[in-house]
């Protein structure tokens, strides 16, 4: 949501992936920007982590989850996940 006078400058943070055949069928996992290095990205699957590779993921998202850049600046004076 975009407000007068706000930054509408959004950063990727993560996704929802869906590998299967129908979206009622098939296996779900997320890809996150990573927190110790923002250029990053990490594969959340299940109960494993690890350094994602390939960004080309995104493009069969789900569900995409962005964050607004102003809000960014913040993160070290927050606990954010993000």
């Not at 869906?18 to 923002?38: F, I, M, N, P, Q």
């Not at 998202?61 to 962005?66: C, H």
Request: glycine fraction near 8%; aromatic fraction near 8%.
């Amino acid at each position: 949501m975009a407000t007068a006078g706000a930054s509408t400058v959004y950063k990727l943070c993560g996704a929802v992936i869906h590998g299967g055949t129908t979206l009622d069928y098939g296996h779900y996992w997320c890809v996150a920007r990573s927190r110790k290095r923002e250029e990053q990205f990490v594969t959340l699957n299940d109960s494993s982590v690890s350094q994602h590779t390939n960004p080309r993921d995104a493009l069969q998202s789900y569900i995409v989850l962005y964050r607004r850049r102003e809000h960014l600046a913040n993160v070290g004076n927050e606990k954010s996940m993000i």
